[in-house]
């Protein structure tokens, strides 16, 4: 999913403060190391760690004691404890012997390697990094969807769910002391941001929220491990939590935040101290690409130029197209629910990626007092242990609408439920599971989005090749924006007088100035989706020219979904191990016809 996936990677970067300290067995490196990988699990995450419940079925089974959970809240002495800790296990890995490790080996040594040396990018810059609030990503917003998809198994589940209900308006309010601090030092939420998440705790407090005891009464209900008199006691506590406790928590947090004076200011993060240098970091966490900041902006701007040429290209053979003036219009195809056009995708994308089982999975509608701050859809990640018949869950935001057939494609198939499925088959070890950067997962499903219109039914395939060149241009021009806006200082009304050149002087200010504070509000976040996309089409097409006939999409998606989440020099290093090999073939088999 765009937004829960994406805060989980990031907990996982400053929640490594489990002891480093123990032995290994005896034996050669390469034994070693498999004892040390499979350890990995238990120091990468805390017993009380919130992400526990959904990374895991059985934390145990990887060496994790069951603890009852409680809501994320790190202070700078968490920060530094865990730089500490990363840099001794990165000590830990580099005295084993490389050379002496098997291939698979060395993919998991570089893949954590690169992990753990970017998550101490942003170990620096604390108040700018550990933030749980936000209009958009920020964790209270993330927080109702994520309950909602609690997993209870034991009793200590049902204790752990109980206690966030519990503890809720405690850790909200240190989230509310935490903000007051970040604006003292200028590094805090803009007041735009500040008032959007003050309304969103109003509306969330004062709407029904009897989806979540509904939820989770359905989940006690299927307890076997409870009596009937524990299940009733159970749910009649759930409901008590949830409406007299957890509920009335939002609403003491927009009024906690109602009493801080915002001092930070109304633009990026260069205007805030030390901003430029956490956005260069951030950058290079997220995308998991080491590009300077302006190679990254020269490189979107080729891509720009590219596909306008192509554009006009288009209206050269289709003119009917200068007419189109929206493409509210498009249809892909002639189906009616979300449900049927996933199923559709997956029969269409079978021609370009490799074979997987369809995996179960549900549509969750999006509740009414979630709605205005969550996407049109979303995909919540299943555990790395997941039983095989344990559903999937995409969530739909509203009524289905053909609008929504490529966000289906990037969520579903073959986007991220694809990809995360088709990775959990090859039963790697769990730490490949919790590592790496977002920027492969959103890259990923941001590529097959823009390639998911070849598999559109309809007849005009001219008219969705335009709308796939307009996102792809609108995607470079926003990811250019976010460095604009949080590298160079661009302010609001630049902003607006750029948008306004690029999309028309009929462009609403209300429209733009929710654009300037969603970027204003998720530094790099555009990038990580916009710039990897581009690396992996690149990667496509450069794939594709240099092998020419030998070319198989199959193969080459092989490639990449094998690797999984990953930096791109490694991803790139897999595929110029693929086209080696490819090429040693043709040369073998032209050299035998010969003989």
């Known amino acids: ?25 005896s034996g050669d490196d390469s034994q070693r190391f498999d004892s040390f990988i499979a350890g990995l699990p238990a120091r990468l995450v805390s017993s009380s760690d919130f992400n526990i419940n959904f990374l895991f079925e059985d934390e145990t089974a990887f060496g994790i004691e069951k603890d009852v959970l409680a809501l994320p809240y790190y202070t700078q002495s968490d920060y530094q404890q865990s730089a500490q800790e990363t840099r001794r296990l990165l000590s830990m890995l580099k005295g084993f012997r490389y050379d002496s490790l098997s291939e698979s080996q060395q993919l998991d040594y570089d893949l954590l390697k690169d ?32 309950l909602n998809e609690f997993n209870v198994n034991d009793k200590t589940d049902l204790e752990s769910y109980f206690h966030i209900l519990e503890s809720s308006e405690e850790t909200f309010l240190k989230y509310a002391d935490m903000e007051k601090d970040r604006q003292n030092s200028k590094t805090g939420m803009s007041q735009a941001i500040m008032d959007k998440v003050i309304e969103q705790c109003e509306t969330f407090s ?53 009493g801080i004076t915002v001092q930070s200011s109304d633009s990026g993060l260069c205007d805030r101290p030390n901003g430029k240098a956490y956005y260069e970091a951030l950058v290079k966490q997220y995308t998991g690409i080491d590009d300077s900041i302006e190679e990254i902006k020269e490189y979107l701007g080729k891509k720009i130029s590219n596909r306008t040429i192509r554009v006009y290209q288009l209206f050269s053979e289709y003119p009917e197209l200068l007419q189109t003036t929206d493409f509210s219009g498009a249809v892909y195809t002639s189906l009616d629910t979300a449900k049927e056009n996933l199923d559709y995708l997956y029969q269409a994308m079978q021609q370009d990626f490799p ?38 869950a995409i969530y739909i935001n509203g009524d289905f609408d053909q609008s929504i057939f490529p966000t289906l494609a990037h969520e579903g198939y073959p986007g991220h439920m694809y990809q995360n499925c088709y990775f959990q088959s090859l039963n790697l070890p769990a730490f ?11 890259g990923w499903a941001t590529y097959v989005e823009w390639n998911s219109f070849k598999y559109a039914s309809v007849s005009d395939k001219s008219l969705l090749e335009y709308l796939q ?18 590298y160079e200082g661009m302010t609001r009304d630049e902003f607006t007088t ?46 594709k020219a240099t092998l020419g006939d030998a070319f198989s999409s199959v193969d080459f998606h092989k490639v990449i979904l094998e690797t999984g989440p990953a930096c791109f020099s490694i991803v790139q290093r897999q595929v110029d191990r693929y086209v080696e090999g490819v090429k040693s073939a043709q040369t073998a088999s032209n050299s035998s016809a010969a003989a």
């Open 432 to 442: 490949r599971y919790m590592t790496g950067p977002s920027g492969y997962s959103e």
């Open 498 to 543: 750029k948008l306004r050149e690029l999309f028309g002087d009929a462009l609403p200010q209300e429209t733009i100035d929710e654009q300037y504070d969603l970027i204003a509000e998720t530094p790099a976040n555009y990038l990580q989706y916009y710039l990897n996309g581009f690396y992996f089409q690149d990667l496509y097409d450069n794939t």
């Open 1 to 25: 999913m765009k937004k829960l996936k994406r805060f989980t990677a990031l907990l996982l970067t400053v929640a490594i403060t489990a002891s480093l300290s123990g032995c290994f067995p």
């Open 115 to 146: 992990a753990l040396e970017r998550s101490l990018l942003t170990a620096d810059f604390f108040e700018l990094d550990n933030s749980y609030l936000g209009s958009f990503i920020g964790f209270q917003a993330q927080l109702p969807m994520l």
């Open 469 to 486: 060149l307009n996102q792809e241009i609108t995607a470079a021009w926003i990811a250019i924006l976010d460095i604009n806006i949080h």
């Open 206 to 258: 004062s709407a029904d929220n009897s989806f979540l005891v509904e939820s989770m009464n359905a989940k006690i209900d299927a307890a076997s491990f409870l009596t009937d008199e524990e299940k009733n006691a159970a749910k009649e506590k759930n409901r008590t939590l949830t409406l007299e406790r957890f509920v009335p928590a939002y609403a003491s947090l927009g009024k906690a935040l109602e």
């Open 355 to 392: 074979a997987l089982d369809a995996p179960n999975y549900k549509i969750v509608q999006v509740p009414q007092s979630m709605s205005a701050n969550f996407s049109p859809a979303a995909y919540l990640s299943s555990k790395i242990d997941k039983q095989k018949d344990a559903p999937e």
